[in-house]
């Protein structure tokens, strides 16, 4: 029989940590950063952007926190696992991945074309397999466990209504059932593989079109929370996610939308 270890671990602090998000320097990623930076973790933010992967921790880097920005194409591969090298050869392990990686094109279903298809799964579902790959072959050789966890949709496993989301639902959906697949063959290494999957999220990219009362209402109709998300509320469970207190949660899906999908 497994032996079982009572002694809980309240710990939300992740003191000691090295955490690589990938796209972490976006509306949603940015947030999340930093709030992983104040839990105490060493942060290095990636992304095809190297300049506001950078900007975003010289900002950390000001208010006291351990940060680096680097580029990253995370639809490369090889950048991919020449980047974990580096960071593990630096700081010893990479005990966080956040993947807040994705591409979408709003096509209608009828004017799909293969290109803009193959284009939202290469930069949606790729860098997920690859990263977490990368990621887990350096987790499992310093034998200390870890936390992967990706930012996914609402529309993993919803449709939208009168939108033109066939490439990035099935994109979306295709990475949900992959973390799964990595957590269970990651669990034997006390790697941990979960999702995060926010419904609307009210960001500065769409705060002014919400200004208008019509917008909103109608953005909020069937949130039984009655508001959209915040950053803020997609970060925490981020932040929960990657800490002592989820050692036992993996494969799993957090829908953060207020109830909505519990409507539908």
Not at 73 to 91: F, G, K, M, P
Request: proline share 2%; with cysteine; glycine share 10%.
């Amino acid at each position: 029989m497994q032996n079982v270890v009572t002694r809980a671990d309240h710990s939300m602090s992740l003191h000691g940590k090295l955490a690589l998000v990938v796209g972490g320097y976006g509306a949603i990623g940015a947030t999340i950063s930093e709030t992983l930076a104040a839990a105490g973790a060493t942060i290095v933010v990636a992304g095809r952007n190297a300049d506001q992967a950078r900007a975003l921790t010289d900002q950390l880097k000001d208010k006291g926190y351990d940060a680096e920005g680097r580029e990253l194409d995370a639809s490369n591969v090889a950048a991919i696992r020449e980047l974990s090298t580096l960071l593990v050869q630096h700081y010893g392990s990479i005990d966080v991945l956040v993947n807040c990686v994705g591409f979408n094109k709003e096509q209608k279903m009828l004017e799909v074309t293969e290109e803009a298809f193959d284009q939202v799964y290469a930069r949606t579902v790729r860098p997920g397999m690859f990263l977490s790959q990368a990621v887990a072959a350096h987790q499992i050789a310093a034998g200390k466990g870890g936390s992967q966890i990706h930012l996914l949709s609402i529309g993993s496993s919803l449709a939208f209504r009168e939108r033109g989301y066939s490439s990035f639902c099935a994109a979306k959906g295709g990475l949900a059932t992959l973390l799964k697949q990595h957590a269970t063959e990651l669990a034997p290494h006390g790697i941990t593989v979960n999702g995060i999957a926010p419904g609307r999220v009210r960001t500065h990219k769409n705060d002014k079109a919400l200004e208008n009362p019509v917008a909103l209402h109608r953005a909020i109709a069937d949130v039984p929370l009655g508001r959209l998300a915040t950053p803020v509320d997609v970060a925490g469970a981020v932040h929960f996610l990657a800490s002592a207190l989820s050692r036992f949660v993996t494969g799993q899906i957090l829908y953060i939308d207020g109830g909505l999908s519990a409507c539908r």
